[in-house]
């Protein structure tokens, strides 16, 4: 078993819809990342967070430390929000070492 | 545009083969590393350099040798490649590398096939 999993592992959505994917871990972590793969492969980071939650434009993440839980939610989707959304941990003392999931292929279609 | 540049970006090589990756960063960050990601596979990271001190080699096949003469530079010496190390490698740099959680910023990639 992973030590970070991710749910679910592909989701296909019409543009307009509300998104959510889910992370979980098994770990203790210092922080949580999410993170952005377009077809591309460059990886852009969306969020670093520990506690509660936070808000760019149209995506929120949250965080629920206790349930080990996170999610990362996108509003009024759009077909540009295609991509691989990573979450990724920085377990414990590790400081910056980030420990991955498999990714959630997201797929908006107009 | 992160501020992380790779090149190449794709690369095709035999398996007698010897190249080098390059990775360049723009953002004043003192860690950098080296990550694979083959298809359906989690990210693997594969060292890290603090300061230009290899600080972590995750087990990586002596094969691909890294080697960084500058906190702005990185590069990935690969020689006798196996068809099985075809894959992704990013390249990424964040602040501080161990001590604290920092945001890394990643490269686009190279896309490497061994033939």
């Known amino acids: 078993k992973n030590e970070v999993e991710q749910s679910p592992q592909n989701l296909t959505a019409q543009e307009g819809e509300f998104i959510t994917i889910n992370c979980s871990y098994s770990?203790?972590?210092?922080?949580l990342h999410w993170l952005q793969q377009h077809p591309g492969g460059g990886i852009v980071s969306l969020f670093m967070?520990?506690?509660g939650k936070k808000k760019h434009g149209r995506l929120i993440a949250t965080i629920n430390i206790q349930e080990k839980h996170s999610s990362l939610h996108i509003t009024a989707s759009h077909p540009r929000d295609s991509a691989v959304y990573i979450c990724?941990?920085?377990?414990?003392?590790?400081?910056?070492?980030?420990?991955f999931g498999e990714g959630t292929q997201l797929t908006v279609n107009p | 545009e992160t501020g992380v540049t790779q090149t190449p970006r794709h690369l095709v090589m035999g398996m007698t083969n010897k190249k080098s990756l390059k990775c360049e960063q723009h953002?004043?960050?003192?860690?950098m590393y080296w990550y694979k990601q083959s298809a359906k596979k989690p990210l693997e990271l594969m060292f890290v350099y603090n300061f230009k001190e290899q600080t972590e080699n995750n087990s990586v096949p002596s094969r691909f040798s890294p080697e960084c003469p500058n906190s702005s530079h990185l590069f990935l010496h690969l020689h006798t490649l196996q068809p099985e190390d075809s894959a992704l490698y990013l390249c990424a740099s964040s602040q501080r590398p161990l001590a604290d959680p920092y945001e890394q910023y990643f490269g686009p990639g190279t896309r490497l096939t061994v033939t």
């Open positions: 990724a941990v920085s377990a414990g003392t590790s400081g910056s070492r980030l420990t």
């Open positions: 967070l520990s506690s």
């Open positions: 770990v203790g972590i210092s922080a």
């Open positions: 953002l004043g960050h003192n860690a």
